[in-house]
């Protein structure tokens, strides 16, 4: 027993030695990765700093006010900032919307908002029967039902997809292109069910176009439960007169910003892994998933890097983009940019699907570098991610799309995201520490290993 | 064309003859189950039902109404329903406790509870200076620091585990023997830190134990923000006075039930599928997560097997144990009961840790047959699930262990759980209907394939 503790104790001095020199395995990187996030809560600092600044909507002072208060924090971290200017559309909500109709029960008064983009409705508001839509097949044999109505879409997200944005995808349409479909059919107004995937009483607004319409009219979104209640009510009275104000408008376009924090490589400088969020949000909630998550996620992801001495030898660009939600006008400012400068993107990540769970990643890259990715996956195991998809991985990022570029988007559980998402709802309370934290450590997980074995094309 | 038409249309019979004979495969089986459980919402309308009824602490009539109201919906639903007296211990809150210390800034007043089981505090309440234990090893050095004081437990819940079930483990004896043993070193009261994973501003309660002191102290909890600054405060000034007050008390024990609702084997009725969660809940909250949505999810998971006719050909138990806060009484008197009556049990499936996302199984089982049930492992990868374990399964199925048995967890995303866990934050707006239901469907999908396939032992 004596001897071996001398053996042991003659050895200490190289055991130490070799700890400092020899890099830890990945597994033990990856847990102090996953550790640091857990116990620093950085990033959920951030987002609580984030959304005391209030709502950042698209052309707004606060979603600039948030680019500089970012940028500042970036400068503190040694971070190379730069702000690069972005035209915006603004649009602004003006006083709570009204709407409400009258049962033989009584006035039923609702909580809805505008959708992104709309216009108002006359100064004291409109009034008309409604016309139910139930599905976008009917809308192509409506003749003249809609003429002098309200057009009250009521296409429910289909709750049996298991993936939340499949039934998002599917029935978004009722609120992009409600409003121009049924002015072209003479409608006077537009009602939409909120896009939300459970019955629950908020209103969620999201973007709209009147790309095409010869004639704008006003649209709206009400709650699920409000359009449930609606829809009986119609059946019982199909003459029922739905009220509806809002003075919403459109303004002049605004210049604001998306923020880069650079860090140069060590060993090859001039390949880019760049990762990202949009830090415009919605105006009814404050954005901590959509997208505030995003952005903390990657600034995060950095940091987290940077604390354990883990940096890449490739540069790494965190961006905050600015105006997803109202056209992606950052995400194309910085892709003509690059283009201009020649950048050369290598790995492009985003996180837009809110701050929940991890349980994945989707992939878009060659064939061979998708199957590398994969390769990861068991790494991945131990902190809940395990769908590696080949979905699409984001928006923004989606502006700098070439072949040979490796596209990494994080997939978060969601089940959950359509219940806040756009709404009131998408506040700091609805965003769980630990599960931001662990989408921040995996995103610096990802940048350290696909940095380390060169998953980029030759 | 028209002749491969002819022929496909003469075997028309036969196909259609086919598909009603033949089983549908286990694939389209599970997208049935879990569209039918993200459809109908039936678990979580009874969630919604069970938690309006209020808190179900064990001994209280609430408790024992929750479970009268699920017997009649047993009773409506086709199962043969019987009630299993228990007797359960009786303890009572009274007022709200009071907690406050004074500090150069002023009177810091805490939001405390007492935990489960305590004694009250004198009258008029107990005031003495603190110590502080950031350790259990630290414990053990205490001689005389103790007496005369209150025991400060100041011992977080580790977040560097990715699990916070282990977090929770290794930090609980605080909460179960932290009055016991700081007694046996003279503190006149004890305060601990709630067992929770993140910096909330909730006290959370649970069972403690007197077992084997010579002096009864009182014990409550603080939250985790409000540990952090007593710590803080405390350090600078070690001899800040603290006051407690709780008038709490133990009754004389109650009867109460366990619900049984069974429906018998069409092949085999002699072996049982067992499948519960334990309806008496903490007092603070209305028991959604713990343990309301076991209950639901249990009894859903017949309900959509039963819906689809995918009833299994073993008899099955849904089990509602009371009393497992307070020490198992239920699952102790229906395993008694079940040896007398010779009841088989074959499989035992406990859902015990939450109405969050699943994420996998854990399995207590003979190893041929842990491996059977790990082959099903890719039929759940859609529904997210992917971990599959052989930790524990659940404290009330416990009570069962044979190593013949098949015992089964339902293991949830539990990032979340311990914000929630015992404390006022454990009520239905803390659940997601879509979270629920895919646990719901999860427990019918094991139930239906490992009785399809015989995976118990024989």
Redesign the interface.
Known sequence: MTRIFIWLVSLFPFLIFAQTISPATDEETLKEI??TA??KNQGYKWLEELTEMGPRLTGSENATKAVYHFQKIADSLGFKTFLQPVTVPQWVRGEAEEANYKTTEGKIVLNPCALGGSIATPKNGLTAPLFEITSFEQLDTVTTELEGKIAFYNIPMN??F?N?FFAYSSSAKQRYVGALEASKKGAVGVVIRSLS???NDFPHTGSMTYKGADVKIPAMAISTLDAEQLSTNLNADPSLEFFMKMNCEGKDSVTSYNLVAEIKGSEKPEEVIVLGGHIDSWDLGTGAHDDGAGCVHSLEAIWLLKQMDLLPKRTVRVVFFMNEEFGLNGAKVYAKESKKENINHVIAIESDAGGF?P?GISVVAPDSLVARVREFRSLF????L??FTETGSGADISQLYSKDLVMLGLRP?N??YF?IHHSAADVIESV????LE?GSATLAAFIYLLDKYDVVAK
Chains 1, 2 share one sequence.
């Not at 195991?381 to 809940?384: C, S």
């Not at 769980?432 to 599960?435: F, K």
Request: no cysteine; glycine share 4%.
């Open positions: 996953y550790t857990l116990v709750p049996a298991i939340t995937a459970t019955i769970s349980r195991e131990p902190y809940g395990h769908q559980d089940h959950r219940d769980s520490p630990r599960e662990t």
